[in-house]
C-alpha cells in the first residue's frame, strides 16, 4: 500500500511529506484549496501525463515520489524484475520530476525507468476513480481478468493455457510436415534423381580427408620412394649406420671384461640404439609399402574425390555434410512413398489437440458466464442505497473471432451499464455521469474486494450530488472497503460529512497566503479538529454548537465505524 507521499513545487504546493496508514482516509477542505492538486501530484507519479503547467511559479521543476510496500507475492515485483529493477527492501518508489519546459524523467527505486514503465506499476499498485477520470476497472481489457480472479478460474484458466501450448505445437507440426511434403511433391523428380546420385556414391563423413592425403601421398610418391630407399640404405647398407653400430658394439665387447664394469653402460646405450634403428628400419620398410605409384590408382582417387565435392557444392553442403543430406533426402522421398500416412498422424494430432483446447475453453467460458451472473446480482444489491436503483449492471461475456481465441480462452467480457430505464447498456466511461461513475465503481470495489491486485484505493468525490442516508451508504462502503479482510488502503476527497465522519484519519486541505504567493497545506487532524471540520462541513462558514452536536453524532468510534451493518 501507499506509505508515503512526498510533493515539491507543483502548483500551489511548495513542499509536503505525507505519511499514509492503512484503513480509510479522507481529505477535505474548501472548494478551491487543493484537494485536486494533490491528486494530480499522485497521478504524476503514477505515470500520468506531465502538463508544464503542473510546475509551481518561480519553480525550475516539480518533483513527485510516492513510495509503496506491496505485498511480498504482488505482481508489481515481477514487473521489476523483468526490467532488471532491484526491490530487495519490499518498498516500491515512484518518482517523477517534470521541467518548466514540459520534460519529464521517471524513476523506479532510484533507477531510470520511462514513464510507460511508471504507468504500469502505477496501475498494478493504485486504482484512482474519479469524476473526471479512472483507471482499473474502466479499462475494458481488464475485466476479463476481474471476471476471472471473482469466478476463482485459476485451474481452468491452467488446464486452458496448456492445452492452447499443445495445440499450437501440434498445428505447428503438421503444417511443417506439410508444407515440406508440398516442397518435396513439387520438385519429386529431381528429389528421386538426387537421391539416386548420392545412392550410388555413398558418401562417408570423413571421407575428403582420408582421400586427399592419399592422394597427396600418391602424387609425391616417386620422391617419397627415393628418400626412402636413400635412407634405407644409409641403415642397412655394407657401409651404413647398423654395420657401423655392430662394429661398435663388438669392438666395445672384447675390452669390456677387463674395463671393470665401467663399459656397461655404453654398451647397453649401444644395444638401444641397435634395437631403435632395427625399428626405424622396419617402419621404412612399411612406409615403402604403402607407396602406391600406379597412376590408375591415383586417377581413381582423384576421381572419387572430385565426384564428391562436384555433389556437395550441389547441395550447398561440405562434402561432410553429404551423408546428413542423404538422409534427409531419403527420408523425404520416403514421406512421399508412404502416401501421406506420417501427414495423416499428425493432422489427427492436431485436430484431437484442438478439441481438448476447444473442451477447456468451454468449461472456462462456463464458469465466466455462471460467475457473471452472480456478480451482476451482487453489484444490483448494492447499487439501490447509493441511489442508483434505477441503474443496471449486465457483465457481458461474448465469443472473440477464432482468430483472437488463445490461452485464455475464447471470451471477451465487458462490464455494461444503463443508468436509465429503457436505454441499453453500454461502456461505463461513456454511459455513466461523474458522479454515478463514481459511485459505480465503489459498488464494484465492494463486490470484488480483494480481487484485484492494487491494494490502494482512490475515490475523487465520489459522493458528488447526493446527501443524507446515500451519503452515509457511501461512506459505509469505503470504510467496509478499508476494513475488510482484503486490507485495502482508501483515499477519498470528499465533501460530504457523513463521509468524513467515517474515515480513520482526516486530513483538511487548505489554501494560505505566504509573502503574497497562495499555498496549499495539509493538515492532519486529532479527534477535536476532526470534529471542528467535519462541523464545518455540516454549517458553514458560521460553526454552532448544533453542528458540533450533530459532528459528534456522525463520528462513531473506529471499531463501530469498521464494523458498522451496511445498509
Given at each position: 500500500?501507499?506509505?508515503q507521499?512526498?510533493v515539491?513545487?507543483?502548483v500551489l504546493?511548495d513542499r509536503?511529506?505525507?505519511?499514509i496508514?492503512?484503513?480509510?482516509?479522507v481529505?477535505t477542505?474548501?472548494?478551491?484549496?487543493?484537494k485536486s492538486?494533490?491528486?494530480?501530484?499522485?497521478g504524476?507519479?503514477?505515470g500520468?501525463r506531465?502538463?508544464?503547467?503542473?510546475?509551481?511559479?518561480?519553480a525550475?521543476q516539480a518533483?513527485v515520489?510516492?513510495?509503496?510496500?506491496p505485498a511480498?507475492?504482488?505482481?508489481?515485483?515481477?514487473?521489476?524484475?523483468?526490467?532488471?529493477?532491484?526491490?530487495?527492501?519490499g518498498?516500491?518508489?515512484?518518482?517523477?520530476?517534470l521541467?518548466r519546459d514540459g520534460?519529464?524523467r521517471a524513476?523506479?527505486?532510484?533507477?531510470p525507468a520511462s514513464?510507460?514503465?511508471?504507468?504500469?506499476?502505477?496501475?498494478?499498485?493504485?486504482?484512482?476513480?474519479?469524476?473526471?477520470e479512472?483507471?482499473?476497472?474502466?479499462?475494458?481489457?481488464?475485466?476479463?481478468?476481474v471476471?476471472?480472479?471473482?469466478?476463482?478460474?485459476?485451474?481452468a484458466?491452467?488446464?486452458?493455457?496448456?492445452?492452447?501450448?499443445a495445440?499450437?505445437?501440434a498445428?505447428?507440426a503438421?503444417?511443417e510436415a506439410?508444407?515440406?511434403s508440398?516442397?518435396?511433391r513439387?520438385?519429386?523428380?529431381h528429389?528421386?534423381?538426387?537421391?539416386?546420385?548420392?545412392d550410388?556414391?555413398?558418401?562417408v563423413?570423413?571421407?575428403?580427408?582420408t582421400l586427399?592425403?592419399?592422394?597427396?601421398m600418391?602424387?609425391?610418391?616417386?620422391?617419397?620412394g627415393?628418400?626412402l630407399?636413400?635412407a634405407?640404405?644409409n641403415i642397412?647398407?655394407?657401409t651404413?649406420?647398423d654395420?657401423?653400430?655392430a662394429?661398435?658394439?663388438?669392438a666395445i665387447?672384447?675390452?669390456?671384461?677387463n674395463?671393470?664394469?665401467r663399459?656397461?653402460e655404453?654398451?647397453?646405450a649401444?644395444g638401444?640404439?641397435?634395437a631403435?634403428?632395427?625399428?626405424?628400419?622396419r617402419?621404412l620398410?612399411?612406409a615403402?609399402?604403402?607407396?602406391d605409384?600406379?597412376p590408375?590408382?591415383?586417377?581413381?582417387?582423384?576421381e572419387?574425390?572430385?565426384?564428391?565435392?562436384?555433389?556437395?557444392?550441389?547441395?550447398?553442403?561440405?562434402?561432410?555434410?553429404?551423408p546428413?543430406t542423404?538422409?534427409?533426402?531419403?527420408a523425404?522421398?520416403?514421406?512421399?512413398?508412404?502416401?501421406?500416412?506420417h501427414?495423416?498422424l499428425?493432422?489427427?494430432a492436431a485436430e484431437?489437440?484442438?478439441s481438448?483446447?476447444?473442451?477447456a475453453?468451454?468449461?472456462?467460458s462456463?464458469?465466466?458466464s455462471?460467475?457473471?451472473?452472480?456478480?451482476?446480482?451482487e453489484?444490483?444489491a448494492?447499487?439501490?442505497?447509493?441511489?442508483?436503483d434505477r441503474?443496471?449492471?449486465v457483465?457481458?461475456?461474448?465469443r472473440?473471432?477464432?482468430?483472437?481465441?488463445g490461452?485464455e480462452?475464447?471470451?471477451?467480457?465487458?462490464?455494461?451499464?444503463a443508468?436509465n430505464?429503457?436505454?441499453?447498456?453500454?461502456?461505463l466511461?461513456?454511459v455513466?455521469?461523474?458522479?454515478?461513475?463514481?459511485r459505480?465503481?465503489?459498488?464494484?470495489?465492494?463486490?470484488?474486494?480483494?480481487?484485484?491486485?492494487?491494494?490502494?484505493l482512490v475515490?475523487?468525490?465520489?459522493?458528488a450530488?447526493?446527501?443524507?442516508?446515500?451519503?452515509?451508504?457511501?461512506?459505509?462502503?469505503l470504510?467496509?472497503?478499508?476494513?475488510?479482510?482484503a486490507g485495502?488502503?482508501v483515499?477519498?476527497?470528499t465533501?460530504?460529512p457523513?463521509?468524513a465522519?467515517?474515515?480513520s484519519?482526516?486530513?483538511r486541505v487548505?489554501?494560505?497566503e505566504q509573502?503574497?504567493?497562495?499555498?496549499t497545506?495539509v493538515?492532519?487532524?486529532?479527534?477535536a479538529?476532526r470534529?471542528?471540520?467535519?462541523?464545518?462541513?455540516?454549517s458553514?462558514?458560521?460553526?454552532t454548537?448544533e453542528?458540533r452536536?450533530a459532528a459528534?453524532?456522525l463520528?462513531p468510534?473506529?471499531?463501530q465505524?469498521?464494523g458498522?451493518?451496511?445498509s
Amino acid at each position: 500500500m501507499l506509505r508515503q507521499l512526498s510533493v515539491r513545487e507543483v502548483v500551489l504546493i511548495d513542499r509536503l511529506d505525507l505519511a499514509i496508514e492503512a484503513g480509510l482516509a479522507v481529505l477535505t477542505g474548501e472548494t478551491g484549496a487543493g484537494k485536486s492538486i494533490l491528486l494530480d501530484a499522485l497521478g504524476l507519479a503514477l505515470g500520468a501525463r506531465g502538463d508544464a503547467g503542473l510546475v509551481r511559479a518561480g519553480a525550475a521543476q516539480a518533483t513527485v515520489a510516492a513510495a509503496f510496500e506491496p505485498a511480498g507475492d504482488h505482481p508489481v515485483f515481477a514487473l521489476l524484475a523483468g526490467q532488471g529493477i532491484d526491490a530487495g527492501d519490499g518498498m516500491v518508489v515512484l518518482r517523477r520530476t517534470l521541467g518548466r519546459d514540459g520534460r519529464s524523467r521517471a524513476f523506479v527505486n532510484d533507477q531510470p525507468a520511462s514513464v510507460g514503465l511508471l504507468r504500469q506499476a502505477g496501475a498494478l499498485l493504485v486504482e484512482v476513480h474519479g469524476q473526471h477520470e479512472a483507471q482499473g476497472l474502466l479499462d475494458a481489457k481488464s475485466h476479463r481478468g476481474v471476471l476471472d480472479a471473482f469466478a476463482g478460474t485459476d485451474a481452468a484458466l491452467a488446464a486452458t493455457g496448456r492445452a492452447w501450448t499443445a495445440r499450437r505445437d501440434a498445428a505447428a507440426a503438421h503444417t511443417e510436415a506439410a508444407a515440406a511434403s508440398e516442397r518435396a511433391r513439387a520438385d519429386e523428380a529431381h528429389l528421386r534423381e538426387a537421391c539416386a546420385e548420392l545412392d550410388a556414391l555413398a558418401p562417408v563423413a570423413g571421407e575428403e580427408a582420408t582421400l586427399a592425403e592419399r592422394r597427396t601421398m600418391m602424387q609425391n610418391a616417386e620422391r617419397l620412394g627415393e628418400a626412402l630407399a636413400a635412407a634405407a640404405e644409409n641403415i642397412d647398407g655394407d657401409t651404413g649406420a647398423d654395420a657401423s653400430l655392430a662394429m661398435a658394439v663388438r669392438a666395445i665387447g672384447r675390452v669390456a671384461a677387463n674395463a671393470g664394469g665401467r663399459l656397461d653402460e655404453a654398451l647397453g646405450a649401444l644395444g638401444r640404439a641397435a634395437a631403435e634403428l632395427a625399428e626405424a628400419a622396419r617402419a621404412l620398410q612399411s612406409a615403402a609399402g604403402d607407396i602406391d605409384s600406379d597412376p590408375r590408382a591415383l586417377e581413381r582417387i582423384e576421381e572419387r574425390l572430385f565426384a564428391l565435392r562436384a555433389v556437395a557444392r550441389k547441395h550447398a553442403t561440405p562434402v561432410d555434410g553429404l551423408p546428413a543430406t542423404h538422409a534427409r533426402l531419403a527420408a523425404a522421398l520416403a514421406a512421399i512413398d508412404d502416401g501421406g500416412s506420417h501427414l495423416s498422424l499428425l493432422a489427427r494430432a492436431a485436430e484431437a489437440a484442438r478439441s481438448a483446447w476447444f473442451a477447456a475453453a468451454e468449461t472456462l467460458s462456463a464458469a465466466r458466464s455462471a460467475a457473471a451472473r452472480r456478480l451482476d446480482c451482487e453489484i444490483a444489491a448494492e447499487l439501490p442505497p447509493l441511489r442508483l436503483d434505477r441503474a443496471v449492471f449486465v457483465t457481458k461475456v461474448e465469443r472473440l473471432p477464432e482468430a483472437q481465441w488463445g490461452a485464455e480462452g475464447f471470451d471477451r467480457v465487458n462490464f455494461l451499464v444503463a443508468t436509465n430505464p429503457g436505454v441499453e447498456p453500454g461502456p461505463l466511461e461513456r454511459v455513466a455521469s461523474g458522479g454515478e461513475l463514481a459511485r459505480l465503481m465503489l459498488a464494484l470495489e465492494v463486490v470484488l474486494a480483494g480481487k484485484g491486485s492494487a491494494a490502494t484505493l482512490v475515490f475523487d468525490e465520489v459522493d458528488a450530488g447526493v446527501g443524507g442516508a446515500t451519503a452515509a451508504a457511501v461512506g459505509e462502503r469505503l470504510a467496509h472497503l478499508a476494513a475488510g479482510a482484503a486490507g485495502r488502503q482508501v483515499l477519498v476527497v470528499t465533501h460530504s460529512p457523513q463521509v468524513a465522519a467515517l474515515g480513520s484519519h482526516h486530513w483538511r486541505v487548505s489554501k494560505e497566503e505566504q509573502d503574497g504567493t497562495a499555498l496549499t497545506r495539509v493538515l492532519p487532524l486529532d479527534p477535536a479538529a476532526r470534529e471542528e471540520e467535519i462541523a464545518r462541513m455540516l454549517s458553514g462558514a458560521v460553526i454552532t454548537a448544533e453542528a458540533r452536536a450533530a459532528a459528534r453524532r456522525l463520528m462513531p468510534d473506529a471499531p463501530q465505524a469498521a464494523g458498522r451493518r451496511r445498509s
